[in-house]
């Protein structure tokens, strides 16, 4: 290329399911080319089901309109934000301003790097979870941020060790990042949890930001970090519909903070982009309108498989917790796990190499957990956005392995 690239693109690497879907493509030509059928993915968390049916018919309708194909506002139609105000005021007894503590977002994940660079200058200190989303540390060492993990281990419940982090040298620290209902081990949220959280930010002067898009799935009471009394003077929260309604595609999430927070976000996003597509702005108050049963219909099939990706691990012989939320089964594989027979010379985390070995071997993909910390080395995780009968099959090749 004529130039040099950016100093900071040094610290992060391609993510790592852009590099495996690559991989997996490879793969599945010569799979083609030998008469095999394609490799099952069970790797990324992106529903299969469909959207409400109102927000495809808003989606249609709306889109017909000559009015709705401009630029929109920056802040979003005021019938979104509304409609983001009346389901947290429902769902989670939430109450915020629609006007000054609500900002509609590109999906989520856009949250996190415009927080980053609204937040945190060179050289400032970022809490961020190990194991976690990796796109927590990538932001944050874009704006070359110094990244200071704090553990979640299994023994405490996936959840911080808060003797821990109150022995931690904090000087510095800005910014940390949470994520409850947890991916990837499905740790649930607690009201517990939360109130700690609030007390630790606002006794040190730290910004907890709170990602909270799985809150709905396998759960039957979701819970906001914005729901403990003086938690806006320290939180953000920030949460999507792209798990709970099936609109992983549709890119439609939201920050919720105080208004100071909010102004500050929307000076870096205002530079970014134009304004949300109106009609996917208007399919999304339909959305956001969706009662219990459609919550209650989402958890029944999610629950069906979350029993089929435990027989899975069965096979395998990876350890998971039969309580745990959101739309991933973590598992823990041991030596004694039947895959990880001759494999004892390969120096990669065990995750990764039983990952490979099912990968290769029966032509399914698990992720493996290395890639969300080193907390993640023996860990393996399946994705419950597959259909029941593609899990059985799934588990019949690794059976199949394994025998």
């Given at each position: 290329?004529?130039?040099?690239p950016?100093?900071?693109?040094?610290?992060?690497?391609?993510?790592?399911?852009?590099?495996?879907?690559?991989?997996?493509d490879?793969l599945?030509?010569?799979?083609?080319?030998?008469?095999?059928?394609?490799?099952?993915?069970?790797?990324?968390?992106?529903?299969?089901g469909?959207?409400?049916?109102?927000?495809?018919?808003?989606?249609?309708?709306?889109?017909?309109?000559?009015?709705?194909?401009?630029?929109?506002?920056?802040?979003?139609?005021?019938?979104?934000?509304?409609?983001?105000?009346?389901?947290?005021?429902?769902?989670?007894?939430v109450?915020?301003?629609?006007?000054?503590?609500?900002?509609?977002?590109?999906?989520?994940?856009?949250?996190?790097?415009?927080?980053?660079?609204?937040?945190?200058?060179?050289g400032?200190?970022?809490?961020?979870?190990?194991?976690?989303?990796?796109?927590?540390?990538?932001?944050?060492?874009?704006?070359?941020?110094?990244?200071?993990?704090?553990d979640?281990?299994?023994?405490?419940?996936?959840?911080?060790?808060?003797?821990?982090?109150?022995?931690m040298?904090?000087?510095?620290?800005?910014?940390?990042?949470?994520?409850?209902?947890?991916?990837?081990?499905?740790?649930?949220?607690?009201?517990?949890?939360?109130?700690?959280?609030?007390?630790?930010?606002?006794?040190?002067?730290?910004?907890?930001?709170?990602?909270?898009?799985?809150?709905?799935?396998?759960?039957?009471?979701?819970?906001?970090?914005l729901?403990?009394?003086?938690?806006?003077?320290?939180?953000?929260?920030?949460?999507?519909?792209?798990?709970?309604?099936?609109?992983?595609?549709?890119?439609?999430?939201?920050?919720?903070a105080?208004?100071?927070?909010?102004?500050?976000?929307?000076?870096?996003?205002?530079?970014?982009?134009?304004?949300?597509?109106?009609?996917?702005?208007?399919?999304?108050?339909?959305a956001?309108?969706?009662?219990?049963?459609?919550?209650?219909?989402?958890?029944?099939?999610?629950?069906?498989?979350?029993?089929?990706?435990?027989?899975?691990?069965?096979i395998?012989?990876?350890?998971?917790?039969?309580?745990?939320?959101?739309?991933?089964?973590?598992?823990?594989v041991?030596?004694?796990?039947?895959?990880?027979?001759?494999?004892?010379?390969?120096?990669?985390?065990?995750?990764?190499?039983?990952?490979?070995?099912?990968?290769?071997?029966?032509?399914?993909?698990i992720?493996?957990?290395?890639?969300?910390?080193?907390?993640?080395?023996?860990?393996?995780?399946?994705?419950?956005?597959?259909?029941?009968?593609?899990?059985?099959?799934?588990?019949?090749?690794?059976?199949?392995?394994?025998?």
């Amino acid at each position: 290329m004529i130039i040099r690239p950016a100093v900071r693109t040094e610290s992060i690497n391609e993510y790592y399911f852009s590099a495996k879907l690559k991989e997996i493509d490879r793969l599945n030509a010569a799979r083609a080319a030998d008469g095999k059928d394609r490799i099952i993915n069970l790797g990324i968390g992106a529903p299969d089901g469909m959207p409400p049916a109102p927000a495809i018919e808003a989606l249609v309708s709306s889109a017909r309109e000559p009015g709705n194909h401009a630029y929109q506002s920056y802040i979003g139609i005021p019938e979104l934000r509304q409609a983001f105000a009346g389901w947290y005021r429902r769902y989670y007894g939430v109450e915020l301003d629609p006007a000054s503590e609500i900002q509609p977002l590109v999906g989520s994940k856009e949250g996190i790097l415009l927080l980053s660079l609204a937040f945190l200058n060179p050289g400032d200190k970022v809490l961020v979870p190990d194991p976690g989303y990796p796109t927590y540390s990538s932001a944050s060492a874009l704006v070359q941020a110094d990244l200071v993990e704090y553990d979640l281990i299994e023994e405490n419940g996936w959840q911080p060790d808060f003797e821990a982090l109150e022995n931690m040298d904090l000087s510095g620290v800005k910014m940390m990042w949470t994520n409850y209902p947890n991916m990837p081990t499905g740790a649930p949220a607690t009201e517990d949890l939360y109130r700690r959280l609030v007390d630790f930010g606002r006794r040190h002067g730290i910004m907890i930001c709170n990602d909270n898009p799985y809150s709905f799935i396998l759960n039957d009471r979701p819970l906001s970090i914005l729901g403990v009394p003086g938690a806006k003077e320290c939180c953000v929260e920030l949460n999507s519909l792209s798990k709970a309604h099936n609109m992983s595609g549709w890119r439609i999430g939201m920050a919720a903070a105080a208004p100071d927070v909010i102004s500050q976000l929307l000076k870096v996003k205002s530079q970014m982009d134009s304004g949300m597509f109106r009609p996917l702005q208007l399919a999304a108050v339909q959305a956001l309108e969706q009662g219990p049963e459609w919550f209650r219909t989402l958890n029944e099939e999610y629950g069906r498989r979350k029993v089929l990706a435990g027989k899975i691990f069965d096979i395998i012989g990876a350890k998971y917790s039969h309580d745990s939320t959101g739309m991933f089964l973590w598992g823990k594989v041991d030596k004694d796990s039947p895959l990880a027979d001759n494999l004892t010379d390969d120096l990669r985390p065990l995750g990764e190499k039983v990952s490979d070995r099912i990968l290769y071997d029966a032509g399914v993909f698990i992720t493996p957990g290395f890639i969300f910390g080193r907390n993640g080395r023996d860990y393996i995780r399946i994705s419950l956005c597959a259909k029941p009968e593609v899990l059985e099959n799934a588990a019949d090749r690794i059976r199949r392995t394994v025998l």
